[in-house]
């Protein structure tokens, strides 16, 4: 039985998950679904990326970005969760660091909340269901602006 080691070229393309200097973008989760996050968890750490931290909600997610910064890259947050929405949680962390990357994450059915978003200062936005390959090309071209 042939293994990698046979055929060292193939598929031998860098991970999306990591910067030049070979280390990887560090991403915080925020969403309020176990499920979701462990999704996107699932997703970006198979391309190389690191998820630092996750949230179940924006309070959460605000607090976790302050004591994690500057080692945070992105952050995927949810539009609708308890205690505080992905929108404001979105204003409160760009307040805090105005360059600070977040892709929203929404449901179908959403859009208003979404331009909402993006005009707030949101890099990109991905719909649920999760879509490996969307997920990964929203999140670095994030990451590339």
Excluded at 76 to 103: H, N, Q, W, Y
Aim: avoid cysteine; glycine fraction near 6%; aromatic fraction near 6%.
């Amino acid at each position: 039985m042939k293994n990698k080691v046979d055929f060292p070229t193939i598929n031998a393309k860098t991970p999306d998950g990591l910067k030049d200097d070979g280390t990887p973008y560090r991403v915080l989760v925020v969403d309020d679904s176990m499920f979701v996050t462990k999704q996107i968890g699932q997703i970006l750490t198979s391309e190389g990326f690191e998820v630092v931290a996750t949230a179940p909600d924006g309070e959460a997610g605000v607090e976790k970005y302050k004591e994690l910064f500057p080692n945070v890259d992105l952050v995927t947050m949810d539009i609708t969760m308890p205690k505080m929405d992905g929108v404001t949680a979105l204003e409160k962390i760009r307040e805090f660091d105005s360059e600070a990357r977040v892709i929203m994450v929404s449901a179908l059915g959403k859009q208003d909340l979404v331009k909402d978003a993006l005009v707030k200062g949101a890099k990109n936005y991905i719909v649920k269901p999760l879509d490996r390959e969307k997920v990964l090309e929203r999140v670095v071209n994030s990451l590339k602006k």
